[in-house]
């Protein structure tokens, strides 16, 4: 595979911000819009205007969600938040950057109140909320959405619906030997965990508790917990980092693929825990040079044409759940699980000022 490092005119070095908007065009010529694939890609576009962009960021940021509130967007989905744009929307109206967004959100938030739920309260899948499944890509799906809407709308009730989502899927599907995560619980019987500890479903865990570590105020009675799941889970991740910096597809299993969308979801949350502080003293340098290692070495995974390479294919608790099941599951190049991610870490790197990555 040829990668950046043999391409002069992108890399040597490479400019993070400007390969995150890079990736983010690539993306949004190659992902189909009825996704939720696409709704992250349109936060990670979300995040990018937030954190660096210019007003023509912000306006074509709106000219991708306007379908989205024009109600031209339909497809099936678990979360019908993903038909008002997800994710990207309500953070955009808690940010500033979409007014227009605030009757279309509420609406959504009202409807995710009456989601179908598990014993737990944990939001379970819609066509057989019988069985209770759970699984922890929802974390990602309902829990940042929540909370933006519930800042923006001044809604206590969504906010604190957002952190009781976010950190007891964390608590039912953490592995307490070592910390890591499973993927889910009921797809193989009733109340029965997979034994996986797989690399996106443990990325999206940490864009979920990210949002929480950022965002919830210092004065909600959980901000501590928040705080304290999201360094824990970067923690359990740091300790599984391969030699290069990345992580395979089963964390624990370094014979098994590096996997690049939940690794940049990882680097992603590393990024974002600098930021804030929360991992700093004699955590903060590792933490860092392990953030500069990871970005580096997953320019070995982008094409020079802009093709990401080595991401995990739709993967929701496979045949039996077991480590051996998720190994099994094939990487895929352009999958679309990849380019969101790709986009978030890259952009977040930027904002910590790590502008110019030269490959490993």
């Not at 993967?315 to 990487?331: F, K, Q, T």
Request: net charge negative.
């Amino acid at each position: 595979m040829r990668t950046l490092s043999d391409s002069p005119a992108l890399l040597s070095p490479c400019d993070s911000l400007k390969l995150a908007r890079h990736l983010a065009s690539i993306g949004l010529r190659r992902l189909k819009r009825e996704r939720y694939t696409y709704i992250l890609l349109l936060q990670s576009l979300e995040r990018t205007a937030f954190l660096h962009g210019s007003e023509a960021d912000r306006d074509a940021l709106r000219g991708l969600l306007q379908p989205f509130w024009a109600g031209e967007v339909s497809f099936r989905c678990n979360y019908p938040n993903y038909l008002c744009g997800g994710n990207a929307s309500a953070a955009a109206l808690f940010h500033g950057l979409a007014p227009e967004a605030r009757e279309l959100v509420a609406a959504q938030a009202e409807a995710f109140l009456t989601a179908p739920r598990d014993r737990d309260g944990i939001v379970c899948r819609p066509d057989t909320p019988a069985q209770e499944k759970i699984w922890i890509d929802s974390a990602w799906a309902v829990s940042p959405f929540a909370l933006h809407a519930g800042l923006a709308l001044d809604r206590p009730d969504l906010v604190d619906e957002a952190v009781f989502q976010t950190l007891t899927m964390v608590e039912v599907l953490r592995d307490p030997d070592g910390g890591l995560l499973h993927q889910g619980r009921g797809f193989q019987g009733p109340g029965v965990l997979s034994q996986d500890h797989w690399s996106r479903g443990n990325g999206w865990a940490v864009l979920a508790l990210a949002a929480l570590a950022e965002d919830l105020p210092p004065d909600h009675p959980r901000h501590g917990d928040g705080q304290d799941a999201f360094v824990g889970l970067l923690r359990a991740c740091l300790a599984w980092a391969g030699p290069e910096g990345l992580w395979h597809q089963e964390m624990t299993r370094p014979d098994s693929f590096v996997e690049t969308s939940g690794s940049w979801m990882i680097l992603h949350g590393l990024a974002v825990a600098l930021r804030r502080g929360l991992l700093g003293g004699a955590e903060a340098e590792p933490a860092r040079a392990a953030l500069e290692r990871g970005l580096r070495a997953s320019l070995a995974y982008v094409g020079l044409d802009g093709s990401l390479h080595h991401t995990c294919a739709g993967c929701c608790c496979p045949g039996d759940g077991s480590i051996e099941a998720y190994l099994v599951r094939p990487h895929r190049i352009n999958d679309p699980h990849s380019f969101g991610a790709a986009v978030l870490a890259f952009a977040e790197a930027a904002s910590l000022g790590i502008r110019s990555l030269e490959p490993l």
